[in-house]
């Protein structure tokens, strides 16, 4: 019997019980920010009460993707486009990924992912494409003078990995601090996700959720 | 005229690199804990932010996912829920200059940790944010028994904490409150730094 009652408070203490704690400071928009028109721009006090509604409602059940080796859908490709993001695709079927005998298969792949963004044990990536991509937003500034045109050395340039989509998965949503913000429940907002996963090493490389 | 005459066109943070504990790597639930440097107009429902996440692992065999991240929420808020977040690289254990500041060249705020882009907003703001801007500074943490970055003998500091102005010229902040306050586990402090401006530590305790 007491093997038992330590058993069940084990499982208790190592269950998450969800309540968002911050911890943050922030500057006085009415006092820091000069003669900036805050008599047509504040926010009715209703709002944050919103966002707060919105992360607790956030985390609904994820699907679970088949994990085919395919090719990314064009809506994917047209909506990271906008976040920087070009890809060409190497290997779209099973057969063109054998040839190229990398390291990690796409179900690896799809492990490093989920184990680096906290994802589900049942979530699965929809797709997995092996391509070389290109991150036009993510890279070092070379132009140091913010007054200049930014130009971004990519840390991904036109490399190959795995691309796995997910059509919904759990992503951290994190935002403001407001004061009236108590304990409000899971803090995560169902996005669509890709994630770009070295194939020969396993490292993670990257994701973007949207 | 431009819809921004405040002062605050950014913000910028040297953020002392903890890794938190989190309530559990392998309990089937997604867990994080963040620590970050924000622009945010005067609306709930924008931000841009940059830090670093540590978010644990649902698989015990594999180990934990701790990396940049960087936040924005798209212009279609608050009729949709919308938000976009990169999560790269690692952050090692050392100290990084974090920034999220409106680049005058372009009229996008850049979401930075030291020389490097983590993203970049993709739209002009200034079409849907209000004009008065400020910072935040913080850490957060999503379940009660995980940890926010720092403990009781190594502190997570915040410190050279700047807002950047329209030309991208830096200036320390001369106040700040806590925008949220502690608990019995989450603590902070908030003081005069040496080397100028202001510095805030956070921590947990007890783990």
Known sequence: ?????????????????????????????????????LSTETPAPSSSANVDAEKSASSTPVTQGKLETTSVPDQVIEAVSDHGISM?????????????????????ADEVARSNLGFPADLVADTATLATVTTANYGTELEADPTKPSRIDPAIDKR??????????????????????????????????????DPSSGDFLYSIGY | MSAYRGAVYGVQANIETNDPALCS????????????AMVTPDQPYHWAQSGYVDVGAVNSTFTHGFHYMSQYTQSCRPTCSGVTTVITGSPGTTVHTYSSALRPSDNRIHMTVGSTNLDTVNYDVRNYWASAWGGQFGGET?????????????????????????????????????????STRYHHNLGNADSGGLFVDIWTNPL
Not at chain 1, 164 to 192: N, V
Not at chain 2, 143 to 170: C, M, N, Q, R, W
């Open chain 2, 142 to 182: 999503m379940h009660t028994e995980s940890d926010v970055p720092g403990t009781s003998s190594d502190h997570t500091t915040f410190g050279h904490i700047y807002k950047v102005a329209s030309d991208g010229s830096l200036d320390f902040f001369s106040n700040l409150a806590f925008a949220e306050t502690g």
């Open chain 1, 88 to 108: 060409t695709p190497v290997a779209t079927t099973d057969e063109q990924v054998a040839e190229l005998k990398v390291a990690i298969s796409a179900k690896a």
């Open chain 2, 25 to 36: 790597p392998s309990g089937g639930s997604p867990s994080f804990s963040t620590a970050w």
């Open chain 1, 160 to 197: 190959l990995t795995w691309v796995l989509t997910y059509a919904s998965a759990p992503m951290p949503l994190l935002g403001k601090a407001a004061l009236e913000r108590t304990d409000d429940g899971p803090s995560t907002i169902d996005s669509q996700v890709l994630v770009l996963v």
């Open chain 1, 1 to 37: 019997m007491k093997k038992s009652n330590r058993a069940t408070i084990a499982a208790i203490a190592v269950a998450c019980i969800a309540g968002l704690t911050t911890i943050s400071v922030a500057d006085a928009h009415s006092s820091e920010i000069g003669n900036a028109d």
